[in-house]
């Protein structure tokens, strides 16, 4: 069989497709580098060329995946003119949309899927935090708000939601009802 070779950013995607799709259908657990190597027709060698331990690749899924959620929450900040209020009336808080049959998607947000989950939502807190400080910076610049410590003000933001949004006894509906009428509350207030 003839070797084939690929890119170096198209095989390291490649990898963490074919992790991913393991990790959900057989659970990370039971999933081993050789497992992932043999499901792409790939020496294992190969595999750790990318990424040195499954650990590391696990990580990096989970950070790319938190990246792709970040980028769909930001998407409404690339409308001009909008103000800070407006900005969390039409920022989405969950974005793995049921339509999203992505293995990384189920994988994190399945009913097994706790501790990975608030893994992911750590690491979308931790991207988030500067976009959300420099949105307080620039709301700042224009007048609309006067925030003494916006570094401060944006890990209150961004982390402080994760008590409501992990709170699966309360409905979805509800916790984005919650979160943005407080949020907005508190843009009110230091306007």
Sequence with gaps: MPRITKEPGERRQEILDTAMKLFYEKGYEKTSMA?????????????????????????????????????????????????????????PTFVEAESDD???????????????????SMSICARMKPVVKAQLDA???????????????????????LGILLDQELPREERVRRIKTFLIGIIKKLS
């Design 139 to 161: 709301a700042n610049g224009r007048g609309e708000t006067h925030i003494e410590d916006t570094d401060a003000a944006a890990s209150f933001c961004v982390y402080g939601q």
């Design 102 to 120: 992505s293995y990384a998607n189920r994988f994190c947000h399945g009913p097994e899927s706790r501790k990975i989950h608030n893994q992911l």
């Design 35 to 91: 497992d992932i190597a043999t499901a792409m027709g790939v020496a294992q060698g190969l595999c750790y060329r990318y990424f040195p331990s499954k650990e590391i690749l696990f990580d990096t899924a989970i950070d790319q995946y938190a990246q792709s959620q970040v980028d769909q929450i930001t998407k409404v900040l690339k409308k001009p003119g909008i103000s800070l209020v407006q900005m969390v009336e039409e920022m």
